[in-house]
């Protein structure tokens, strides 16, 4: 694995050098975007809305749109100068149970490993956390943006899982979710239903098929002489959408489901 990060882990007056490993993978298939006639590759470029001209890196800087449409532009120095000296640190200021952050605060894990001379203080903080029962927050800065995260404690490791900013999450009652009173007899059958289908969470039960299947598409359509779609034949490859079921079908579906899961 590659390092995304090296620095330390400030927690009171001690510093562990650490760092820091992605802890989860993608395993996408890359496609590229092409022109239908004939393949021909597309390609993303940076255009001037003004005069319509292609503007290299070197002359691309950040901007703030003020309300009279000129800008504010922000250069790399004035980026660096808004975090000096914190992006080399995980800072610890807080500890807390785990159990106390909801989970749409979660958002992304890393590995933390120790430099070798820092594996002793490593250790006592991962015994420490396991001991406690608790996380560390901490804000740590990467690629140029403050995060906030907990440091926890997994078997030998110590991982840092991102989470989110209060002001980064929005509020449901933003959605328009309708008021609908549900029947004892509906939540009773909705209710045995989750019964039949609860179990031991499992994540090696979990598989993502999507790259396999997209694999045997692939190489079935590379294995077939091209040809001409007719208007017909595009009509039929449009995905068909479902009904959506109504109310009254409802106690009736739930009790189906049920008996095809007792069946």
């Not at 298939?29 to 809305?49: A, Q, S």
């Not at 000296?85 to 800072?91: M, S, Y």
């Not at 997994?154 to 328009?176: G, V």
């Not at 040809?227 to 109504?246: C, D, H, L, N, Q």
Request: charge should be positive; include cysteine.
């Amino acid at each position: 694995m590659k390092a995304l990060w090296k620095g330390g882990i400030s927690f009171g007056l001690v510093n562990i050098p650490v760092k820091l490993y992605s802890g989860s993978q993608t395993h996408r298939v890359d496609l590229d975007m092409v022109r239908k006639k004939d393949h021909c590759r597309i390609e993303y470029v940076r255009i001037c809305k003004k005069d319509g001209k292609e503007v290299s890196w070197d002359d691309i800087a950040k901007g703030y749109k003020k309300e009279n449409g000129d800008y504010v532009v922000l250069d790399k120095a004035d980026m660096a100068r808004l975090m000096p000296e914190k992006t080399q640190r995980i800072d610890i200021f807080e500890f807390v149970l785990e159990e106390e952050i909801p989970s749409q605060y979660l958002e992304k894990p890393y590995i933390v490993e120790p430099e070798k001379q820092a594996a002793k203080v490593y250790a006592l903080l991962r015994e420490a956390l396991k001991k406690s029962g608790k996380v560390g927050l901490a804000k740590f800065v990467l690629r140029s943006a403050e995060h906030l995260g907990i440091l926890k404690a997994e078997d030998d490791a110590i991982l840092l899982i991102q989470i989110r900013f209060d002001q980064d999450l929005r509020d449901p009652s933003e959605a328009n979710i309708p008021k609908v009173a549900v029947t004892k007899k509906e939540l009773d059958l909705a209710l045995n239903m989750i019964d039949q289908m609860t179990d031991t969470f499992d994540p090696e039960k979990y598989k993502d098929t999507y790259k396999e299947d997209l694999l045997a598409l692939i190489k079935k359509k590379s294995a077939e002489k091209p040809k001409k779609k007719g208007a017909k034949a595009e009509e039929e490859a449009k995905p068909k959408t479902k009904k959506a079921p109504k109310e009254d079908d409802l106690l009736e579906q739930l009790k189906a489901s049920l008996a095809a899961m007792q069946n």
